[in-house]
């Protein structure tokens, strides 16, 4: 466990600065985006939602996302390349299981401070613009009351962060996971030379698709059903073969 | 200080998994408890709040993603914000004619048959969780024939007002004019098949039954003599015939199991016939009679907790600044019908949809949304325009009271006030984005209490 807990410690070291600006871009762009959102002609009138889904807001959240995979990415590969500390760790007198949730439980954790982000600039944003709203009205355009806790369930975008059913809670929780894991996965798949790997990666990479769509697009008229129970338990235990299988990678030197 | 620095980020993987969880949690926490900042009050604006005792007052304020739904129990408010599992999409529930008539997963239309104008088919469409699941048909035999030379078939309201439900057992009458001769009458709808209206497939076996016979021999449209059928309505397990005769107004009564009429209700007001609907055009505003007449599009609200059906008539003399209607309650039992009450009323209100009525106590109860006359704004879309909720109790044809029930409705379509070329802005009205008022609910707080725990049990 102590050597868990190292392992932890120093694998978050190693992408602290990278972290700290990735949340830190999550967090602090969206509002000036906002922020220059609210200039243009008649924004006073517009709901929250979408002055922040058209201000570029979610695009940043998902360059972020992306951005963490990469600096994971990076994180494993680093490993092989410069430093061959690959080959140190695995000599190392603990676990393989140690090593290898280690860096999950770092990247994890990079996870939830960017999903932190997320919500505070959602929040921040809110204030900003209910703010410019009194402002360039002169209080003649009240915002619409609640008007931030009406956006988070009327929003795609922040039902996909925010959502208040366990339903959504799981979906959420569960394309994160597959997200993350599955990316270490491929790494490691690649570096043992087992293509086939991408296959399950790719089915991952296909149900968060259909599921965050699928969440996207409600309400519709038309709208095919879907099970997002079934979505999310798939996912899961997607994350549950990627954390095993690469384990035993692990176990076997994940070395060519 | 570095030193201190290092030892803080060697240690710092945990905390910081610990504090984001807590964080996350506590900002989702505070999000959802803001649920219950919905606004919905009740503000007494004049008279007597005390006519609100002994009464529960149900309604509701929704949108595709949540619903806030309210109660007035003796003059107090509760409230309680539900979040739907899954957005889905709606549309508006106050039935129009012409639309689909909604009851509770099935939307239902009337169609003449495919082969013959003088009967009936009743299509039902099916939706769970808003995903169409089926639907069936029910073919309605009838004894009619037509008797006019008229190229088309006529008929005084949109078929769906032939529709009355009692539970899941489902009544039909033809509205038809005096242009029908032969027998009609008021059908119970026993079984429903699948198949497409558009055939000439017989449906294998019976699917309706008659339950009472009305006689329409005696119609002449030259005289204005005879029975014209406005429509069918429920209330309690008692079937009320909304009818012209000799085109007067007048509800029959009937009993719904043994078809048995149990009484009439003569109100010796002229409505309207169907010819002089068609020479104003079916407008309602252009050619005003010089005496008052009803319009056959009625609105009916009852009370079935103690067999109470109310009926409101538009009058023929509204102008755009005074409205001017007629509501009529009926009590139906088995010893008969009774006249209740009959209510001249009339006011400046534009109204949004049909008002539901109940009378109670001595006091007919109306719950109406109107559309705020104070606004000179300029909308894009009608129905965004700024909505009231308003409760009036009338004793008599006087108002005695008079609240309204707040609400944020009117926050979600300020965009629309501002924007006037909505279709160049690409702002459109979708009906989900958009929260609506319910139409409201009345009941007696013993009935009430009742109805409830029977609901309560059918649904766990």
Known sequence: MKSFYRLLNEEFNAIFYGLLAICAAALFVPPLLIAYRMKRFMSE??????????????????????????????????????????YTMLTLPVSRESLFFGKLAAFGIGFLLLWLAALLNVWLGCEIAENRMLRHTDGSVVPIHNGLFLAVIRSDFMNLLIPFTVKGLLSTVSMAAALITGVYYGALCERSRRYWGFVPIAVSWWLIYRAAVYRIGLPEPYVDPYNLWLNSAILLALTGWFAAHGIILLKKGATV | MINMLQRIRKHAALPAAVLAVAVIAAIFVRLYGLKDRETIELHHLSGDPSVLADLVIDGAVSDSYHRTAFTIENGVLRKRTELYEEPFYVQNVRYSPGARLKRDDREYEVHPSFLSGTDFEIVYYEYRNRHHVGG???????????????????FTNAQEYGLAFIGDRIFYAPPTTLDYKGTSGI?????????????????????????AELDLNGNSAERREGLEILGLEAAGDKLALVVLLDGKLAVRGYDSDSGQMIGEVRLDEKGRA???????????????????????????????????LNLKFRSSLTTNEKRRMMVVSVALSDDGLRLLNKAKLSRGDEEYGDAQYSYRNGMLYEAGVVFDQNSDQYYAYDVLKPKRLLIRAYEGERLVYEGEIRSDVNDDSVQSSYIHDAYAYGLTYDGTRFRMLEPVRFAGINGEEEGRHAAADRHS
């Open chain 1, 45 to 86: 009138y517009e709901r929250y939602e979408q002055i922040y889904a058209t201000s570029g807001s979610v695009l940043v959240f998902v360059l972020c996302l992306a951005a963490l995979l990469g600096l994971l990415l990076y994180s494993v590969y680093s490993g092989y390349w410069r430093t061959k500390s690959v």
């Open chain 2, 136 to 154: 069936g048909t029910a073919k309605i035999d009838t004894g009619l024939s037509y008797a006019s030379s008229n190229e088309y078939y006529t």
């Open chain 2, 187 to 211: 059908y119970e709808v026993t079984k429903f098949h699948a198949r497409s209206r558009l055939s000439i497939e017989q449906p294998p076996e019976q699917e309706s039954r008659l339950l």
């Open chain 2, 274 to 308: 169907p010819a002089m609907a068609e020479a104003s055009g079916g407008s309602e505003t252009e050619a005003v009679p010089s005496e008052e007449i009803y319009y056959e599009g009625y609105g009916a609200s009852a009370d079935d907790d103690i067999g109470v």
